[in-house]
């Protein structure tokens, strides 16, 4: 699986390349696809998938393909992240 963190490709396509075998966990990143499809910013997105596959995991009910795939977005996106806590020094 690709590292989702790598910026230059769109969310979108990468979350086109992924095929959970798990039909809700597949459902969740569909649905996010329509919601870039709407317009919703990637970051939202993003932490909407996060959140309801942390409810999977909390239930218990995330296959190992999915706790790969929710592992690869908790960590961190050091160019964004470095870039966001930096403007926090200059406001």
Wanted: charge should be positive.
């Amino acid at each position: 699986m690709k590292p989702l963190h790598k910026k230059r490709e769109p969310l979108r396509k990468k979350l086109e390349t992924i095929h959970l075998e798990e039909a809700v966990e597949q459902n969740i990143l569909n649905a996010a696809i329509n919601q870039l499809d709407n317009g919703e910013t990637e970051y939202a997105v993003l932490k909407d998938i996060k959140g309801q596959f942390r409810k999977l995991a909390l239930n218990k009910k995330l296959s190992q393909q999915g706790l790969s795939l929710y592992t690869e977005l908790q960590r961190p996106n050091l160019d964004v992240d470095t870039a966001l806590s930096s403007m926090t020094w200059f406001q």
